[in-house]
């Protein structure tokens, strides 16, 4: 085993790094500028020259909801009717607040608006994604945690939830290399998420997509189609897919899609309307040429692949030998999607985020991968790989790992002053 260090040989490490100088950034999932240079090629697709359809002209105002080619490719890869698909904006985040904004103001179809209850609450399994709990917040949705197991969030819990509670009318999931944890869900999980009583009838499922497509193995994670799935159970409208192709080509720049049943993508074509005649199209087009087909997307995520998962296996084999025979951080290294999520042990995870920070390594803010950014157990962090060059990712890991080991050492040697 390896020998473990005192905490003078940490302090020493510690204060090192700290003299360095370090301006490291590992809180957010970017893609690095090497992944964004890989669809540059994309922007010279649509030039003055490119003869575009007279039929279906992108360049003037019809288009509402996507151009036709667009919704076909994703149609295609998400196994539905192009008639089952919502290109909105750039990003699929603002198709999700969307959503739930237009829920609250003015409910889904004869359903009456959620800003009419006493209450409405979403559940949340956790960890999760930060960006969902500020949607709940900004609306005054109630959020209740749900733990997390290797095969999705505690659907026994869920189910009694929602069965009960007719103020339940949502949750968030994401179902493929969830984000923070790297989550798989199983086929059992996604049944019962899509076949379960719900006592309020517009209850919702987020099924945020965000990872579909990004494999870091040779055996892409594959989850069941809850589209077809609450369908089959008599439930068509109950789910709502997000996706998008910010980490494909640009953040900003990419298409943002949901996917669902028909009746739920008209009404949201319908109630976007006036907010959103139409997106841009020339940029759906630019798109189009650029992926082509589900082998297009395919071979241009490979390309994504061989640059982030060297930093992927890198912030593994550091965790390993930094923690090995200390016992006190656990962790699975991710399949896909953009994120390590480290656990460590109880009352750490703030001290940490702010040694590192001090240090000049900035990781998500320890809480905020939970609703109200509260963790009870303050013991998550999540990192994210793909920013950082593969030199300063490496220097960053070593950094957080002292972090973990001091904070580790000092809280035992609180411990043992009790009892002095
Ligand atoms: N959903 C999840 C789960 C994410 O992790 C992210 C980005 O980190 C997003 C959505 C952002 O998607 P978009 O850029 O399409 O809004």
């Keep these: 085993m390896k020998e473990i260090e005192s905490i003078h040989e940490l302090n020493c490490r510690y204060k090192k ?3 360095a100088g370090f301006h490291i950034n590992m809180e957010r999932g970017w893609p690095c500028k090497e992944q964004l240079e890989l669809s540059m090629p994309m922007l010279d697709l649509v ?3 490119t003869n575009l359809d007279r039929e279906m002209d992108y360049r003037g105002y019809a288009g509402t909801g996507g151009i036709e080619p667009l919704k076909h490719l994703f149609g295609n890869i998400f196994e539905v009717d192009p008639e089952q698909i919502y290109i909105g904006g750039t990003m699929s985040t603002s198709i999700m607040y969307d959503i739930v904004s237009k829920a609250m103001m003015f409910g889904f179809d004869s359903y009456k608006p959620w800003k009419d209850y006493s209450s409405i609450k979403f559940i949340c399994p956790v960890p999760g994604y930060e960006k969902h709990f500020k949607i709940c917040s900004t609306f005054g949705i109630e959020m209740i945690p749900i733990s997390m197991d290797n095969n999705g ?3 026994d819990e869920i189910e009694k939830i929602v ?6 009318k949502g949750i968030w999931c994401v179902p493929l290399y969830s984000n923070p944890t790297g989550t798989i869900y199983s086929d059992e999980v996604v049944t019962r998420m899509a076949s379960m009583k719900t006592k309020a009838d517009d209850f919702r499922i987020f099924w945020d997509n965000a990872y579909f497509a990004h494999h870091l193995s040779d055996e892409p994670g594959k989850i069941k189609n809850i589209i077809h799935e609450s369908k089959k159970f008599g439930f068509p409208n109950r789910v709502f897919e997000f996706a998008s192709t910010s980490k494909i080509t640009f953040p900003g720049g990419g298409v943002g899609l949901c996917i ?8 949201l074509t319908k109630a976007s309307l006036l907010q959103l005649k139409s997106g841009d ?8 040429f650029f992926l082509k087909d589900e082998n297009g997307l395919k ?12 930093k992927f296996d890198l912030v593994d084999q550091v965790l390993h030998e930094e923690l090995d025979g200390w016992n006190i951080a656990w962790w699975q290294k991710p399949k896909g999607g953009y994120f390590f999520c480290l656990k460590v042990e109880k009352n750490m995870a703030g001290r940490i985020w702010k040694k590192c920070k001090n240090a000049g390594v900035k990781i998500t803010p320890a809480g905020s991968i939970f609703p109200y950014g509260r963790d009870p157990e303050d013991s998550y962090l999540r990192l994210a790989p793909t920013y950082p060059s593969v030199l300063e990712l490496e220097t960053a890991i070593r950094v957080l790992c002292v972090c973990i080991k ?3 050492l000092e809280n035992r040697e609180t411990e043992e002053n009790k009892f002095l």
Aim: proline share 4%.
């Design 163 to 168: 069965a009960s509670d007719e103020f339940v």
């Design 17 to 19: 790094f700290c003299d």
């Design 153 to 155: 969030p505690d659907m």
């Design 281 to 288: 199209k020339i940029n759906q087009l630019r798109h189009y």
């Design 406 to 408: 001091l904070c580790y």
């Design 47 to 49: 030039t003055s020259e």
């Design 260 to 267: 669902s049943s028909i009746e739920n993508i008209r009404w």
């Design 299 to 310: 071979e241009h995520m490979l390309k994504h692949r061989q640059i982030i998962k060297p």
